[in-house]
């Protein structure tokens, strides 16, 4: 099946500094999507990227669609504590009555003090 | 307003026995979708519905079945619960295509 790989697998930073993730698959998506998750909480949206190339920003944060479909990266910037949680990456990909979203195995982002 | 329920929030069931997970949405989507979580793992899907299309996942076993009696309602049931499925259970909704995907606060669920 369709999998994505995500990197890194963890992260230990600063607060205030940069972090940057990526994500890529064999397989072409139409969209990408970066999610980020708290313990015991379902993910929740960030980032949706629907053309390729496409370059968005929300916040500190910014992604951008791969040009080849494949791939894509979110970077977030000066890093606060409540950025601490796990963030995935997932691939949309549809068809005539499907449309299967597919998650990478994420970053998990640790703040050190 | 919540806009995609999950009931309950946690479940304790034991091996074998035959258990239920629901999942309903207030947004009129077309797209339920239901994942499976396990510690420190990314959702994994198991099987989605385009309005009462289903689409299951190759890999997902058998044991799990899901049920769409309407736009609204969308079930999980899982026939012979084993160790291995104690997980968190994600369910989804979306609009086809370009619209955003919504999660719930999901069910844990517990085998003894």
């Known amino acids: 099946g369709q999998q994505l790989n995500q990197s890194p697998q963890s992260m230990f930073i600063q607060e205030g500094e940069d972090v940057s993730m990526n994500c890529t698959s064999s397989?072409?998506?139409?969209?990408w999507l970066w999610y980020k998750q708290d313990p015991g909480e379902g993910p929740v949206l960030l980032i949706a990227?629907?053309?390729?190339?496409e370059l968005t920003s929300n916040g500190r944060l910014t992604a951008q669609f791969g040009i080849t479909r494949k791939d894509s990266f979110l970077n977030i910037s000066a890093s606060i504590p409540s950025d601490v949680g796990i963030y995935f990456c997932?691939?949309?990909?549809?068809?005539?009555?499907?449309?299967?979203?597919?998650f990478g195995k994420g970053t998990r982002l640790h703040i050190l003090p | 307003d919540a806009m995609v329920i999950q009931n309950p929030r946690y479940q304790v069931t034991q091996f074998g026995k035959p258990v239920t997970l629901s999942c309903s949405q207030t947004?009129?989507?077309?797209?339920m979708y239901w994942y499976q979580q396990k510690s420190s793992q990314a959702p994994k899907l198991l099987f989605h519905?385009?309005?009462?299309?289903?689409?299951n996942e190759a890999d997902t076993p058998d044991n799990f079945q899901s049920r769409r009696p309407n736009t609204s309602f969308c079930f999980l049931d899982i026939r012979s619960p084993g160790l291995g499925d104690a997980a968190m259970y994600l369910c989804?909704?979306?609009?086809?295509?370009?619209?955003?995907?919504?999660f719930g606060p999901g069910t844990r669920l517990t085998v003894l």
């Open positions: 947004l009129n989507h077309n797209v």
């Open positions: 519905y385009y309005d009462k299309d289903f689409n």
């Open positions: 997932a691939g949309r990909k549809w068809g005539n009555r499907d449309d299967k979203i597919i």
């Open positions: 990227l629907y053309k390729a190339g």
């Open positions: 989804a909704t979306s609009s086809p295509r370009r619209d955003t995907q919504y």
């Open positions: 397989s072409i998506f139409n969209t």
